[in-house]
């Protein structure tokens, strides 16, 4: 009986310690890096595309315009992703004024106004989390 016991218990104590064996941890290992979308990538199309079709919704683009604002969205993604300007932020902010620059020259001066009358109404309209909400 005795030995009956002591087989169970030293069974019970390997399999526990069997389990519990881990790989240590290692803070500077990222397990689950959370995803991005890399230029020229699918979800960075589908990004572009919704970004696209929501200045079109405003200001009513004709399709020569659409094409040649993705147009633009691809070239300055192309230029990202050889300079890999997204570890730089000033080089990166340039980027993406130069890019809004040229977006808003595609726009005739009536659209550029519409645009800009949705963004000031936005503005205002977000508020800071103060003050009485509508």
């Known amino acids: 009986m005795k030995k009956t016991i002591f087989a169970l218990a030293t069974v019970a104590l390997l399999s526990t310690g069997v389990s519990m064996a881990q790989r240590g941890y290692n803070p500077n290992v990222n397990r689950n890096p959370a ?12 990004k572009e595309e919704i970004k696209i079709d929501r200045l079109d919704a405003i200001v009513n683009l004709s399709r020569k315009q659409e094409k040649e604002i993705k147009r633009i969205e691809d070239r300055y993604d192309k230029m990202e992703m050889a300079s890999r300007q997204r570890r730089n932020p000033k080089m990166y902010q ?11 020259n595609v726009l005739t001066s009536k659209q550029r106004e519409k645009w800009f009358a949705f963004q000031q109404s936005n503005r205002f309209d977000r508020g800071n989390g103060y003050g009485r909400r509508s």
């Open 35 to 46: 995803p991005q979308a890399l230029p020229g990538s699918r979800q960075d199309d589908i």
């Open 94 to 104: 340039r980027f993406q004024a130069q890019k809004q620059q040229e977006i808003l």
